[in-house]
């Protein structure tokens, strides 16, 4: 903790998501240390920078955490929230993870213009994830599908949807539910 021992410094990354993730947290801290004050530090990952590049072609192992690990390092913040998803499997020196919180639902949802599922959207239809698992799904049940790389957090890939980028896109239901977007799915994966 900093020098300050009433005062928690929490890097976090700025989209809505990040920040519902992070204020979660934060409430569970404050709830079991009164008096406890909590500063939220936003930091930017190149991640975050590198929009308009597919993440697979990136390739760089912690692309969404490496920059809130050098605010640890280097004493910047004195924790960090972030994903277990986007977690590299192998975590850096000096890095540890102190607590995960229960899981939320881990479903796959699809969110169409239309309101189609998966099986009632279009041949053709242009469906977005930067996953490639999720690709490689579609892939199989729907050949005829035009696979798009969609970048961006959670509102935007909703936007792109709406905009119609793409005619669908591939998400997590867990940030739609953190985010009250429950609504907006059209069909979700079984458990």
Same mark, same amino acid.
């Given at each position: 903790?900093?020098?300050?021992?009433?005062?928690?410094?929490v890097g976090t990354r700025?989209?809505?998501?990040?920040?519902?993730?992070?204020?979660?947290?934060?409430?569970?801290?404050?709830?079991?240390?009164?008096? *406890?004050?909590?500063?939220?530090?936003?930091?930017?990952?190149?991640?975050?920078?590198?929009?308009?590049?597919? *993440?697979?072609?990136?390739? =760089?192992?912690? !692309?969404?955490?490496?920059?809130?690990?050098?605010?640890?390092?280097?004493?910047? &913040?004195?924790?960090?929230?972030?994903?277990?998803?986007?977690?590299?499997?192998?975590?850096?020196?000096?890095?540890?993870?102190?607590a995960v919180l229960q899981?939320?639902?881990?479903?796959?949802?699809?969110?169409?213009?239309?309101?189609?599922? *998966?099986?009632?959207?279009?041949?053709?239809?242009? &469906?977005?994830?930067?996953?490639?698992?999720?690709?490689?799904?579609?892939?199989? !049940?729907?050949?005829?599908?035009?696979?798009?790389d969609l970048r961006g957090?959670?509102?935007?890939?909703? =936007?792109?949807?709406?905009?119609?980028?793409?005619?669908?896109?591939?998400?997590?239901?867990?940030?739609?539910?953190?985010?009250? *977007?429950?609504?907006?799915?059209?069909?979700?994966?079984?458990?």
């Open positions: 903790m900093s020098t300050d021992t009433e005062r928690l410094r700025a989209s809505r998501l990040a920040l519902w993730q992070t204020n979660h947290v934060i409430a569970r801290l404050e709830a079991s240390w009164p008096g *406890l004050r909590v500063e939220r530090v936003p930091i930017t990952t190149l991640g975050d920078r590198m929009t308009t590049v597919a *993440l697979s072609r990136i390739g =760089d192992k912690g !692309l969404f955490t490496r920059e809130l690990e050098d605010g640890l390092r280097s004493g910047e &913040i004195d924790m960090a929230v972030h994903s277990l998803k986007d977690l590299p499997t192998e975590l850096s020196d000096g890095v540890a993870i102190s899981r939320e639902d881990a479903r796959d949802v699809l969110i169409s213009r239309d309101g189609h599922t *998966l099986d009632g959207l279009p041949r053709g239809a242009r &469906i977005g994830t930067s996953s490639l698992r999720r690709q490689a799904q579609v892939a199989g !049940l729907r050949p005829d599908a035009a696979l798009v957090n959670v509102p935007t890939r909703l =936007d792109k949807v709406a905009a119609g980028e793409v005619d669908a896109a591939l998400l997590a239901y867990a940030g739609l539910r953190r985010l009250g *977007l429950e609504s907006r799915v059209a069909e979700a994966s079984r458990q």
